[in-house]
């Protein structure tokens, strides 16, 4: 079992950067998939970012690609999402997750671990 929580959300204005963390504990990162995802009221879950086992492939979604990069470092536990250039539509709930996987998946319910979730707003 892995636990995970995310911070490093917050309230931003349009053009900014935050940083989100996502720290896990129990079993070794390194033998999970991350990803992270994003839900908006009224909104379904959706895709964001994700990152094999070793942090050499990653893939981000079409709207935040060039804006924003995941990362991760498997000896502190812990996987990034930075954010550049924020926009008001970014305004969500963002969930990290894990999969015990060495590939990455765009598909939400292939991740079994996930955490509380962070709030960003991004005011215009």
């Known amino acids: 079992q892995v636990q995970l929580v995310e911070s490093g959300g917050g309230l931003v204005q349009a053009g900014g950067s935050l940083r989100l963390s996502c720290a896990a504990s129990?079993?070794?990162?390194?033998?999970?998939?991350m990803a992270w995802f994003r839900q908006a009221p009224g909104s379904q879950r959706e895709f964001v970012a994700a990152?094999?086992?070793?942090?050499?492939?990653?893939k981000h979604a079409d709207s935040v690609k060039g804006r924003f990069t995941i990362s991760r470092d498997n000896a502190k536990k812990t996987v990034y999402l930075q954010m550049n250039s924020l926009k008001p539509e970014d305004t969500a709930v963002y969930y990290c997750?894990?999969?015990?996987?060495?590939?990455?998946?765009?598909?939400?319910?292939?991740?079994?671990?996930w955490g509380q979730g962070t709030q960003v707003t991004v005011s215009s």
């Open positions: 997750a894990a999969s015990p996987s060495t590939t990455y998946y765009v598909n939400a319910e292939l991740y079994n671990h």
């Open positions: 990152i094999d086992w070793s942090g050499i492939t990653a």
């Open positions: 129990g079993r070794t990162l390194s033998r999970y998939a």
